[in-house]
């Protein structure tokens, strides 16, 4: 019979056999001895993956899908409030871009906020921002009203986009990072389908507009209110029901708060299971935090908030993430210029094709030289268009699928790059065709291979950044990205009367420079949270 003393080396040799696997025996044992310090990405393995992390899909997707449909809302009512609100398509272009521009500020300031304050409350806060004006917009009696209302909105929108990323990736184990991501991101799919059908469902249906005092409250007023009902919604449940992002809390030195976190995942993840969570301290980065003792005010303290909150972009363009930060600023400044010049004027352009029939370049000059793009009519409303247009949000799918099930075998900067470039060929034919059939089937084409570059770039620019600074760089890029989302829609709205195949070309352009950009930037498959 072999003695303890024999057996200690074959033991020994049996745990060395499994040192890369990181599994709940081998803590145990370990943690039977003394107390275990885990790191981040060790104390998010523990935890395991199950429950938990589809029921925060879900959440953090339905956050996700509610800003697409507040986006795509001002798109799809176009086609009809555009003669309520007396609207010429350089107004279309402004108000387009309104919802950008609220984005471009909300989108650095409330990341900013995130990074100090935290992921949780920020989202709060943008969320019901986000549905509260776009709801009250839908009262609005003229052009400008609508106008700044919707660009309210778009800062609510702004500041939860990047923050539904960060703290959605901040409880995702190292391994199932990039397809979860890539779920998350299809959910902005399921917005834009959603704010499709929801278009086609109530816009045509004149016949639930009312009389609310002296307003006239048309089916396009009705479908703004229920685009706001996501946000609302989604405000709600992370008020009431949502864990701060544990990576957050140990970068603020609350090591019980995230512990919490911890078993709250642990037991969500392992219910059913003989499993214990036993996890009793966490590797800490250090923290730097205000406090009051060190200065001689309260106003000297929140002064040092302030400038605390402006240092991310320095560290953003310091020399370790200049070359990073700048071929990033490029991409999403080529990807939204393209994409939102043209994504959102899509009704408008399907409209012009359903009345005159043709490609869309050949439609708009029809329209530009025979009656002008003042005179369009509004009603009775062409229920074919809102079809078309479900149609090409859901042609997302297949993209958002081969995302899914590609990004952890590809990688993102591979996909990334692909999807750009052929988002530019895919544009350039919608100009080359020339009959309805044909533009429908190239904005499918467009429609399902340019949600790849987004889910890819949603990927890339959350790895590539530190905790510190994610929330903060993710909502400069997506300033970036706002800014030329705005031009977009500006030039687009100046020029498509005048000459459509100048616009179209130029969006082309702009995939291909983006596409060339993504080829320097470094590989980040199943790269470790920093």
Request: glycine residues 8%; aromatic residues 12%.
């Amino acid at each position: 019979m072999m003695s303890l003393r024999d057996r200690e080396p074959l033991l020994r040799e049996e745990e060395a056999e499994s040192e890369g696997e990181f599994t709940s025996e081998r803590k145990k044992a370990r943690r039977n001895s003394h107390p275990v310090t885990l790191t981040f990405e060790e104390a998010v393995e523990e935890t395991g993956f199950g429950t938990f992390h589809v029921a925060l899909l879900v959440i953090c997707g339905w956050a996700n899908a509610s800003d697409a449909i507040e986006i795509m809302c001002v798109s799809f009512l176009l086609p009809t409030a555009r003669c309520d609100l007396h609207l010429s398509t350089a107004d279309m272009g402004w108000l387009t871009a309104s919802i950008f521009l609220g984005m471009m500020i909300g989108g650095y300031v409330w990341g900013v906020l995130a990074d100090l304050k935290g992921r949780q409350k920020i989202l709060v806060f943008s969320l019901a921002v986000n549905g509260v004006f776009g709801a009250v917009s839908s009262l609005a009696y003229n052009y400008w009203q609508f106008l700044l209302l919707r660009f309210i909105s778009g800062i609510g929108v702004g500041g939860s986009l990047p923050v539904i990323f960060s703290y959605f990736s901040e409880f995702q184990p190292r391994n199932k990072r990039g397809c979860m991501v890539s779920a998350l991101a299809t959910f902005w799919m399921a917005g834009n389908i959603l704010a499709a059908g929801l278009a086609w469902l109530v816009i045509p249906r004149t016949s639930l507009s009312f009389q609310l005092g002296s307003l006239h409250f048309q089916s396009w007023r009705l479908f703004v209110m229920f685009c706001s009902i996501p946000s609302l919604s989604s405000a709600l449940v992370y008020a009431l029901g949502m864990p701060e992002s544990p990576r957050y809390l140990m970068q603020a030195g609350r090591e019980n708060d995230a512990l919490r976190v911890f078993r709250r995942m642990f037991y969500w993840n392992n219910r059913g299971t003989a499993r214990s969570f036993s996890v009793e301290r966490l590797l800490m980065p250090s923290a730097e935090k205000c406090s009051i003792k060190f200065y001689d005010s309260r106003a000297d303290c929140f002064s040092h908030q302030i400038m605390k909150g402006l240092d991310p972009i320095r560290k953003i363009l310091a020399q370790k993430f200049r070359v990073t930060s700048i071929l990033l600023s490029i991409i999403f400044f080529s990807i939204s210029f393209g994409y939102y010049g043209l994504w959102m004027w899509f009704p408008e352009l399907l409209k012009r094709i359903e009345t005159s029939g043709g490609s869309a370049c050949s439609s708009i000059q029809n329209s530009s030289s025979d009656e002008g793009a003042e005179n369009l009519t509004c009603y009775p409303v062409k229920t074919v268009v809102y079809k078309e247009g479900f149609i090409i949000a859901a042609a997302n799918l297949p993209g958002n699928i081969f995302t899914i099930l590609l990004m952890d075998l590809l990688g993102g900067k591979l996909l990334l790059c692909a999807s750009l470039f052929l988002s530019g060929v895919s544009v350039f034919f919608i100009w080359e065709v020339t009959t309805k059939i044909q533009s429908l089937i190239v904005s499918c084409v467009f429609s399902a291979i340019s949600v790849i570059a987004w889910n890819s770039l949603d990927v890339i620019g959350l790895e590539l950044y530190p905790t510190q600074l994610r929330s903060s760089a993710l909502g400069l890029f997506t300033g970036v990205s706002r800014i030329a989302s705005i031009l977009g829609n500006i030039v687009f709205g100046q020029l498509v009367d005048m000459n459509c195949a100048v616009i179209i070309l130029l969006v082309a352009v702009m995939f291909f420079i983006g596409s060339l950009a993504g080829l320097k930037l470094p590989n980040t498959k199943h790269i470790e949270l920093s």
